[in-house]
């Protein structure tokens, strides 16, 4: 494994947020790092300089011009001293700043000057995060490589509700880490995951959907990209950001989802079907909102494709892996749909009231020809990982990095 990298150097933008980046600093220390920490002006409106220095145990810097720390190490060589950098939190003016490759501060300067990788956790106000300006922005930071963590949803500094506060930061490491650690088991690959719900129109005003939140599927997704792949994420509607670095397809029905995974999958080398794709649709789409007559109403449903059973008769056809939610009897039903389907392998949950639905943590079985593995309670981005791991294992034995036993899995 490669080595991690030590030596972060930690951006504070002036965002109120900046009060949670002290323990940034902690948890980055937690986990082995030195980090040094890059103020902008506004930054220390929130939060004192000193307050970092005893976190960090180094010296923060703020300016271009302090003569006594650029002489103690230059700009350039701060630039060149990290091995990577993360700017948390990072306000919409940084982003703005850091897209038009300013170099009007220290940290901008750093930015522009580093060759290590740089991370952002944006932090702002929800409306400020959706604005198109911030979210032009941010593909474009996207685009060149800048890997964009968060934000969260929830409550917000100014009594808001929405999408644009930081990650926590225990989270911000956790990811920073992992992205700087994670190993490239499916570097060269083209995978292509499906997520979330499929809604099936009944009229203009109804639909039939179900209760997934697309969190498994998107998790996924960010794992095989952490890992290296080239990704396409076909997307139902959820209410999540996508991973970074990650091309999305948005689509509304079973009948789109269909025709956008077989158009993806086409010379694709993994398939990874986490949507939850409605099994039958309306047979007739109602030009008008139906009006309420009699007491009961019947509606005809027909069959809706079977994507990932189509997938998997494709030839050639990529390494197709599938999920199966169930209520009950959980190894049994997900190893009859894997020899049923052809599947590779077949991420198996239990759903119901408790677990499974749009929360952040789950638990999984794998099943696949010839052997299974379970993996424990977790959070769904960490069983994504270990799923991950475990495709670039059974598609190529020999080079994957970790044996079967790593994985905790057992060779039926
Ligand atoms: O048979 P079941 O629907 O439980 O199988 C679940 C798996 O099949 C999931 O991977 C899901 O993405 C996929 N599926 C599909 N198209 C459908 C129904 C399910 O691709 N119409």
Redesign the pocket.
Known sequence: MAETPRRILLGVTGGIAAYKSPDVVRRLRERGAEVQVVMTPSAREFVAPLTFQAVSGREVRESLWDAAAEAAMGHIELARWAEAVLIAPATAEFLARLTHGRADDLLATLCLATTAPVFVAPAMNRAMWANPATQDNVKILQGRGITVLGPARGEQACGEVGEGRMLEPAEIAERLMQHLTCEPVLAGSRVVV?AGP?RERIDPVRYISNRSSGKMGYAVAQAAREAGADVVLVSGPVALTPPSGVHVVRVES?AE??AA?LQAVNGADVY????????YTPSVIHPQKLKKQADTLTLELV?????????AALRPRPFV??????TEQLEA?ARS?LE??A?DL??ANLVGDETGFDRDDNALLLLWPGGQATLPQDSKLSLARQLVRRIALLRSPEQAPAGREALGGSLA
Do not use: N, Q, W
């Open positions: 499906s499929t079973a989802m269909h995974v990874i079907g986490a949507a939850a794709v409605a099994d069959r809706a494709p079977d994507v990932l059973a189509e997938v892996v599938g999920f199966a939610a169930e039903y749909k049923r389907k599947l077949i991420a």
